[in-house]
Nanobody
Framework: QVQLVESGGGLVQPGGSLRLSCAAS????????MGWYRQAPGKERELVAT???????NYADSVKGRFTLSRDNAKNTVDLRMNSLKAEDTAVYYC????????????WGQGTQVTVSS
């Protein structure tokens, strides 16, 4: 089993910045890809960004150029730096992880709220 614990989030004004962190523990040796998803009220959960064990990243078009995902394999953490935040970035953000060869994310954090509002 893998446990994911998120930190960060909160309330920020439009144009501001936030950093989300996710720490993995447990059977982390099996994890290949980690990432962040988000879910806004009344909407489906959507991918924000992912990073594999080699550091290759993938971003949703809506966050490209504004969000940066990084990974520290020694600390088993991933950080999502969010800049130029917009009201439409408001959502609950979830850290996720999956093993190599798996198509679906198997492990999820509890979620952290990000609210962008003036």
């Amino acid at each position: 089993q893998v446990q994911l614990v998120e930190s960060g989030g909160g309330l920020v004004q439009p144009g501001g910045s936030l950093r989300l962190s996710c720490a993995a523990s447990g059977s982390i040796f099996s994890i290949n890809t980690m990432g962040w998803y988000r879910q806004a009220p009344g909407k489906e959960r959507e991918l924000v960004a992912t990073i594999n064990s080699s550091g290759r990243t993938n971003y949703a078009d809506s966050v490209k150029g504004r969000f940066t995902l990084s990974r520290d394999n020694a600390k088993n953490t991933v950080d999502l730096r969010m800049n130029s935040l917009k009201a439409e970035d408001t959502a609950v953000y979830y850290c996720a992880a999956k093993r190599a060869g798996e198509s679906k994310y198997e492990y999820w954090g509890q979620g952290t709220q990000v609210t962008v509002s003036s």
